[in-house]
């Protein structure tokens, strides 16, 4: 079955600096890959995925890139802002017919005004 | 749109009793729902995977009697936990998929369980 891997596991920047955090997974057959934002008390929000016949995506600060041959996909955020502080998960949908996803261990990310 | 509520948002329980979890989509109708269990500082860990009006399929490792879970409409499953210790003090949380979001999961806001 699908394993997914995410480094780091935290991470701190600046207020205006960008963070990357990195996926990797294993089963090449998979073609969804969102990446979900989850603060303190909450429920995981979707903040952007991308398909396996896309290679980036962007949206406002956010952009995830895709690279199938590697096996990896990336969160980039841009001009972080202290409100982005939060964990962030990536995920991978299980290519088995299960609809299941499969999530990375998490990014503590942490962002100092 | 699209939209997943839970109810209760926390719930504190004497050891022994049982506990039932709602989760509800409340803008569309959820062919599939899925029931997450997330202990502290850890990743979501999927425990079953219900679709309306029948059984739900469980992850390896998980009591299908411990942990009973409904989907009797296509708007509503539940989660009940059976017999509850303090081992199952977690954070359970539910996420919802129709047939028209293609693979998107709409996750609910959580349920804060305590077991005393």
């Known amino acids: 079955g699908e394993n997914v891997e995410q480094h780091p596991s935290t991470l701190s920047v600046q207020e205006g600096d960008s963070a990357v955090i990195k996926c990797t997974y294993s089963d090449s057959a998979s073609n969804y890959f969102p990446w979900y934002k989850q603060e303190l008390g909450k429920g995981p929000q979707l903040i952007i995925d991308?398909?396996?016949?896309?290679g980036e995506k962007k949206d406002q600060r956010i952009a995830v890139t895709l690279n199938k041959t590697a096996k990896h996909f990336s969160l980039h955020i841009t001009e972080t802002q202290p409100e982005d502080s939060a964990v962030y998960f990536c995920a991978a949908l299980d290519s088995w017919g299960t609809d299941k996803l499969i999530f990375g261990t998490g990014t503590r990310l942490q962002v100092f005004p | 749109g699209a939209v997943v509520s839970q109810h209760p948002s926390r719930v504190i329980c004497k050891s022994g009793t049982s506990v039932k979890i709602e989760c509800r989509s409340l803008?569309?109708?959820?062919?599939?729902m899925f029931w997450y269990r997330q202990f502290p500082k850890q990743s979501l860990m999927l425990m079953a995977t219900?679709?309306?009006?029948?059984?739900?399929?469980?992850e390896q490792g998980v009591e299908k009697d411990k942990f009973l879970i409904n989907h009797a409409s296509l708007t509503l499953s539940t989660l009940t936990v059976t017999s509850a210790h303090p081992e199952d003090s977690s954070f359970y949380i539910c996420?919802?998929?129709?047939?028209?979001?293609?693979?998107?999961?709409?996750f609910g806001p959580g349920t804060r369980l305590t077991v005393l």
């Open positions: 803008d569309f109708q959820a062919t599939t």
């Open positions: 996420s919802a998929r129709s047939g028209t979001s293609g693979d998107e999961q709409f």
């Open positions: 219900s679709n309306e009006g029948s059984k739900a399929t469980y």
């Open positions: 991308i398909r396996s016949n896309v």
